[in-house]
């Protein structure tokens, strides 16, 4: 199975201020064929299913505000939510189907200093 | 837009099976494409991927669960259900279901629709 780890598992940040979120793959998750990277990352606020973000590392879900981006390739990629709003308090998850069983990184808390 | 329901008992005795409904509405579980899958979450825990369907009836079980996991498409009823053999206390946790979307083009698969998810305990 590939191992989805998440760094930092919790993260403070200031109204209006930078987060961000890494989050490393055991393997690649970057597909020859097609050039893309099939990790996703997912928004989970309390009591709420999570919510897709991002896929293939980099695209926006549709709707999601343009403050939340993704980078990397191969196996290091990154979150950033460029201007951290109160809506955005939730626990992040990364996500890889490149390979199955698809498999989900811990979490990483997101919440205000 | 799609939404999703689960529905099922919320406690099941040690030993028993673990039966669990997903109503979809807004869209059609015969759709090619999507598959249609189930996702659990123990509390305070992260995510573990249980399985999908397509709508043709073929599926893809995570392996670590491949021995007590069934799940099967009602395209009639526009439902997908989900059944677990033999639970512990170690499948406690809720359960969502969730639609998923396959990208032809570039390839990839994501949870796009999510239900609200169903607490399971295990109990006797």
């Known amino acids: 199975d590939i191992v989805m780890t998440q760094s930092p598992e919790y993260l403070a940040v200031s109204l209006g201020e930078r987060a961000t979120i890494n989050c490393k793959s055991s393997?690649?998750?970057?597909?020859?064929?097609?050039?893309?990277?099939?990790l996703a990352w997912y928004q989970q606020k309390p009591g709420q299913p999570p919510k897709l973000l991002i896929y293939?590392?980099?695209t926006r879900e549709s709707g999601v505000p343009d403050r939340f981006s993704g980078s990397g390739s191969g196996t290091d990629f990154t979150l950033t939510i460029s201007s951290l709003q109160a809506e955005d308090v939730a626990v992040y998850y990364c996500q890889q189907c490149y390979s199955s069983p698809w498999t989900f990184g811990q979490g990483t808390k997101v919440e205000f200093k | 837009q799609v939404q999703l329901q689960e529905s099922g008992p919320g406690l099941v005795k040690p030993s028993e099976t673990l039966s669990l409904t997903c109503t979809v509405s807004g869209g059609s579980v015969s759709s090619d494409t999507y598959c249609w899958s189930w996702i659990r979450q123990p509390a305070g825990k992260g995510l573990e991927w249980i399985g999908y369907i397509f709508y043709s009836g073929s599926t893809n079980y995570n392996a670590s669960l491949k021995s007590r996991v069934t799940i099967s498409v009602d395209t009639s009823k526009n439902q997908f259900s989900l059944k677990l053999t033999s639970v512990t206390a170690a499948d406690t946790a809720v359960y969502y279901c969730?639609?998923?979307?396959?990208?032809?083009?570039?390839?990839?698969?994501?949870?796009?629709?999510w239900g609200q998810g169903t607490l399971v305990t295990v109990s006797s």
């Open positions: 969730a639609r998923l979307r396959w990208d032809t083009s570039g390839g990839g698969f994501w949870f796009d629709s």
């Open positions: 393997r690649t998750v970057l597909d020859s064929s097609s050039n893309n990277n099939y």
């Open positions: 293939w590392a980099s």
